[in-house]
């Protein structure tokens, strides 16, 4: 067996963004790669006024989960004190003793890379990918400073990788200016949005608070899941003239109780009296809406009754569910991490006409697919779909 070869991504990745992404999955793929650690930097001595490094944690991981190879590293992170690339890069060589180390930079840092602390040690910790990007250099200096390190001994070979004229500055700009940014993962522009990150207000007074406990109470795919939901129910919410901050906190909030373990589930269940209904209490995959809804308002602080609605029917629904809960409930089942199901398409593009009749071949849609298995679905979703049937708009 060969050695294993890791890439790192590293940088100040405030925010990660689809530049930083397309850099590692090309890596992996091109390079044969076999994981990159995604490392962003602590506290870095070159740049000041950096996003404090737990958000930049939290988006890097919510932006990383579900791809796979991509590892987030928390060796920059976690040490205190100016840290420098020759000191990581020795740890990682203690730590992957046999490892081959493989840096990422862009082609704007090929010319800084003499200007790091011990490059010439640097470069033999490490080979280097570059990755072709816009700068003020010229490919043939580039190419220079390329062969000039080389002669130093270093290891260094270009990326065969489309460009992506993104950078973090450009996206602190958006945001601060109130847009939405291009090339930035939906979870982290939520991330970012939700809690008035970059100088921006923040649209939810409370994200700043929940998402340290939101990330702590879930794993980072739920993490990622949800900051994709609660982008998806504000932009249906938008689109059908609801209340988009509601339906935005009940994405945020909706699965805070899914990681639970069921016996947990079913102690607060019934610590709460919220149901006494069997079929509930021994399914997490239903228990986990009301479920939720109580750790919404007793750990989340949550009071609004409509949030807290939207919350505790997001899987069975409810007859005469308001149109809001609906949003919420669409925005768990199309939102764009979502994996490809065989109605996910068309789910999507019924949602932008008609809540009401996008919910309704979702559950039925659900309805065939339990029957088929030979189940049953739960009654109050066989109540809310011959409620849908009576509305004038699913006629
Ligand atoms: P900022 O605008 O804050 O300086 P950045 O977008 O350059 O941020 P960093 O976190 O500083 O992002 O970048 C980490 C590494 O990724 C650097 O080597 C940088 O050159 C590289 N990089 C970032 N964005 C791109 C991109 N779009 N194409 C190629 N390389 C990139």
């Known amino acids: 067996m060969g050695k294993e070869r890791i890439g790192i991504m590293g940088g100040t990745l405030d925010p ?6 397309r850099m590692a999955q090309c890596a992996l793929q091109r390079a044969e790669l076999d994981r990159i650690l995604m490392l962003p930097s602590g506290n870095p001595p070159h740049k000041a006024g950096v996003t404090p490094a737990d958000d930049r944690w939290r988006m890097l991981c919510a932006a990383c989960a579900g791809i796979p190879g991509l590892e987030p590293c928390r060796e920059e992170i976690d040490r205190t004190g100016t840290i420098y690339t020759v ?9 992957y003793p046999k490892a081959e180390l493989y840096y990422l930079i862009g082609a704007d840092t ?3 890379l003499k200007r790091w602390r011990e490059y010439g040690r640097v470069l033999e910790l490490s080979r280097f990918l570059v990755c072709p990007r816009s700068s003020r250099y010229s490919q043939d200096e ?3 400073e390329r062969q000039r390190l080389r002669l130093l001994g270093g290891h260094i070979s270009w990326l ?14 958006a945001l601060l200016s109130g847009q939405d940014a291009p090339h930035l993962p939906l979870q982290v522009q939520e991330y970012a949005q939700a809690c008035g990150l970059y100088g921006a207000s923040p649209r939810i007074a409370e994200a700043a608070a929940w998402m340290p406990r939101l990330f702590g109470d879930l794993t980072a795919k739920r993490f990622a899941h949800t900051l994709a939901v609660a982008a998806t129910a504000r932009q249906l919410a938008l689109r059908h003239g609801l209340d988009a901050d509601r339906a935005e906190m009940a994405g945020l909030l909706h699965d805070c109780a899914k990681c639970m373990p069921l016996k947990d589930m079913q102690r607060l269940a019934r610590e709460n009296r919220l149901t006494e209904d069997e079929s509930l209490l021994e399914s997490g995959a239903l228990l986990h809406a009301i479920a939720g809804a109580c750790k919404a308002r007793l750990d989340y602080g949550m ?20 149109r809001l809960d609906m949003a919420v409930w669409l925005a768990d089942a199309i939102e764009p991490t979502r994996a490809p199901y065989p109605l996910l398409e068309q789910l999507r593009e019924t949602a932008e006409v008609s809540l009401e009749r996008a919910i309704l071949a979702s559950m ?4 065939a697919y339990v029957r088929k298995s030979g189940k049953s679905v739960h009654p109050a979703t066989m109540q809310t779909i011959q409620w849908l049937r009576t509305l004038p708009e699913c006629q």
Request: without cysteine; negative net charge; proline residues 5%.
């Open 16 to 21: 990660i963004h689809d530049g930083h992404l």
């Open 87 to 95: 000191d990581t890069l020795s740890i990682l060589k203690e730590k």
């Open 110 to 112: 090929l010319m800084e």
């Open 142 to 144: 580039l190419e220079a």
């Open 160 to 173: 065969d990788m489309e460009p992506l004229d993104v950078s973090s500055t450009q996206i602190r700009a």
């Open 303 to 322: 009071t609004d009754p409509v949030v807290l609605d939207a919350i505790r029917r997001h899987t069975t629904g409810a007859p005469g569910m308001s």
């Open 364 to 367: 039925e849609n659900t309805l």
